[in-house]
C-alpha cells in the first residue's frame, strides 16, 4: 500500500534533522506555542509574542518590506555596475577604444593612453628642444594656473590649488633633469612639507 503525504510528512518530522531544527512540538498551550518560537532556528529571531495591532502598517510601515526591497535594488544595480568595471582597463572606458580611428594601431589593453584621445597633443617631458626655451617663471605659471595662463591649451588644468610652492618648485627641477638635452640651469631642488 502507498504511503499517503501525510505519511510521508510524519516520516520527515521523526527526522534527527526536523527534531534538531523544531526542537519542541506545536501546541494548544500559549506556553508550548512560545517554546516551539524560541527552541526553533529560524524563528527564535522574532519575538514570541506580538499583539495584531503592532503588525498594522501605522505601526510598523513594513520597515522591514522597504529594507528587503532597497537590498535588492541595491544588488541589481550593483551587479552590473561592477561587471562594467571590469570590463574597463585601467579606468579608460571600453567606449572610448572604440572611437579610435581604424589607422591607429592596437595596443594591449591594460595600456592606458590619454595621449591619443587629446586635441592638442603635449610635448614629453624629455623634449629639452622645447622645454629649455620656457622659463621656470613661465613653467610656474603654466603649472599653478594652467594652459590658458600663457595663451596655450585650455586642456592643461591649473594645479595651484593642489601643490604648494616647493611642490612646483620641484617639480620643474624634475622636467629640467630628465630632458634630453638637459637644461642649462641649477640642480635638483626638493619638496619641502
Not at 561592477?82 to 592596437?106: N, V
Not at 617631458?125 to 622645454?131: A, H, N, P, S, V
Amino acid at each position: 500500500m502507498a504511503k499517503t503525504i501525510d505519511q510521508y510528512f510524519d516520516d520527515l518530522r521523526g527526522t534527527r534533522v526536523w527534531r534538531s531544527i523544531f526542537r519542541s512540538g506545536t501546541g494548544s498551550s500559549t506556553l508550548k506555542r512560545a517554546l516551539a518560537i524560541q527552541q526553533n532556528v529560524f524563528l527564535h529571531l522574532f519575538s514570541t509574542k506580538v499583539r495584531t495591532r503592532m503588525l498594522s502598517l501605522s505601526a510598523t510601515w513594513y520597515l522591514g518590506t522597504l529594507t528587503l526591497g532597497t537590498f535588492v535594488i541595491l544588488v541589481a544595480t550593483g551587479i552590473p555596475l561592477m561587471r562594467r568595471k571590469a570590463d574597463h582597463a585601467d579606468g579608460q572606458l571600453a567606449a572610448t577604444t572604440r572611437r579610435r580611428p581604424a589607422s591607429t594601431p592596437s595596443r594591449p589593453s591594460n595600456v592606458s593612453r590619454t595621449y591619443d584621445n587629446l586635441e592638442v597633443k603635449p610635448h614629453p617631458f624629455t623634449e629639452g628642444d622645447t622645454l629649455n626655451k620656457i622659463s621656470d617663471a613661465d613653467l610656474t605659471a603654466i603649472i599653478s594656473h594652467g594652459g590658458p595662463a600663457l595663451n596655450k591649451s585650455a586642456l592643461m588644468p591649473a594645479w595651484g590649488n593642489t601643490l604648494s610652492k616647493s611642490d612646483i618648485e620641484a617639480l620643474i627641477s624634475y622636467i629640467r633633469a630628465v630632458s634630453d638635452p638637459p637644461s642649462r640651469e641649477a640642480g635638483p631642488v626638493y619638496a619641502k612639507n
